[in-house]
């Protein structure tokens, strides 16, 4: 199952693909990427317009 697939990602401390599915929280995420929050000020500097966000990136990112 997916949830047995996420779970043993976590066990391992493996990094999600950005493009597939994955349940990792906000919060994990910043764990997982310690600098997590340097690559949000980048990409709010360079899309201030959020046209290439959207709500699982935001999500993702704690943003909503």
């Not at 493009?19 to 990409?43: C, M, Q, T, W």
């Amino acid at each position: 199952s997916m949830k047995l697939f996420f779970d043993v990602m976590k066990k391992f401390h493996a990094r999600p693909n950005w493009g597939k599915l994955s349940d990792f929280s906000s919060k994990e995420l910043h764990k997982i990427y310690p600098r997590l929050n340097d690559f949000i000020a980048v990409k709010n500097k360079l899309d201030p317009g959020n046209l290439f966000s959207n709500l699982w990136v935001d999500k993702w990112f704690g943003l909503k």
